[in-house]
């Protein structure tokens, strides 16, 4: 690619990500926390919901479906890569931003899950549209917003959605199985093209099975990996809080990059990863089978606690505990996520590289599932029904292409989609809150209090 595009490309994300971005989603998160008078306090509630069928509702799929199919989204790697990267350009420090992300975005996966559901609407046979291009839509009157989110979304499914995420699995089972690159990404498009012609249905029910194994393997794994550094626990934890916020230096070559490094990082890896504010995860809220828009905006929410809390949580102690422990990797070096994590992960013997092949294998496919339905309803906002077996072909060549695409390059632009994602998104949360706030005043103390607002049928 020339070297003038590149650059552009890379300028663009420095502007995107740079401090009034990161304010904007920072403040949304503490604004609708404060709003929704911490809805983070209604976890076990949120959890219990999500295993709970509400199958007299409306909505194609079960709640469950909707919570796995987008952690499918969600927990990919971005929670793997995405965190080693962080720690290598924004320091150990990087986790904790990522962490509070997480904390902060359940309100912020609430209230777009809320709206996304509050404005959905059906087809004519029966399928369920919604998220933030409806609601900019319906509930602002702002169509020309949905349609640059919209545009924005169809864009980024084929990069933060399929080609990193295929790239990732190229590149791990090359340098561990010797498995050539072209046919592990000609081998991925096979297997996505048999799920996403499927549509919705067949998606959630592969991510049913799927991302609670995946989740739970990974979570183990790691944990019998702190088990091993136990002896460094402590010390991960005092470096990462204290490098969150002045520069310096821990063992093991360590080194942290002051506040703006740190979180400048981990909030874009913490959107990465958890994607609360981006407003991918409620387009799937809306196809739920749900009593009223409270309700389901609650299991979503369970979903960045999942996510970034556990999961991403989980690999960055690991990557720290493990570079303490192990002095030889030298980090001054090594600016490169996936490096820095194959490295932390290869000093677990047997057990490590293990991990971290089946962890991003799994999280990296289901991610490829998850966007695939994102984009497609995003485009069809944008295009109408009859644009979707086209999208699916080219979903599928990008799948059996990305393992020659330079993947510094394509999660740069990963990372410049997202931005341009959530400002739309953003300004709709901030501007309907006070139907958030409503709705949850009209719910949440009943949560079985079925909706009486009627979902209009659309010509699509």
Known sequence: MPDAIVQFIQVTNQWVWSWPTIL???????????????????????????????????????????????????????????????????????????????????????????????????????????????????????????????????LASFGIGCA??????????????????????????VLTALVIFGGIQTISRVCEKLVPFMAAFYVLGCLAILVYNRDFLWQTVTTICRLAFTPGAAAGGLTGGGLLLAMRYGLARGLFSNESGMGSAPIVAAAAQTRNPVRQALVSASGTFWDTVVVCLMTGLVLVSSILKNPAIDMGNITDGGILTTLAFDQIPLVGPVILVVGIISFAFSTVLGWSYYGERCLEYLAGRRALFLYRVLYVAVAALAPVAALDLVWTVADTLNALMAIPNLIAVLLLSGVVVRETERYLPDLDRKCEDPIPTVDR
């Open 24 to 154: 904007l989603l920072l403040g949304t998160h503490l604004f609708l926390t404060v709003r929704t008078k911490g809805i983070q306090r209604k976890l076990p509630t949120m959890i219990r919901l999500s295993v709970t069928k509400d199958p007299d509702a409306e909505g194609e799929v079960s709640q469950f479906a909707t919570l796995t199919t987008a952690l499918a989204s969600t927990i990919g790697t971005g929670n793997i890569i995405g965190v080693g990267t962080a720690i290598a350009l924004g320091g150990p420090g990087a986790v904790l931003w990522c962490w509070l992300t997480g904390i902060l975005g359940i309100a912020t996966k609430y209230a777009e899950a809320l709206i996304a559901v509050k404005y959905r609407v059906k087809t004519r046979d029966g399928r369920m549209q919604g998220g933030a291009m409806y609601a900019l839509e319906r509930g602002l009157h702002m169509k020309w917003l949905g349609v640059a989110f919209a545009l924005f979304g169809t």
């Open 164 to 189: 990193t995420q295929v790239n990732a699995i190229a590149t791990v089972c090359n340098a561990n199985l010797g498995v050539p690159e072209w046919l592990v990404g000609a081998v991925v498009a």
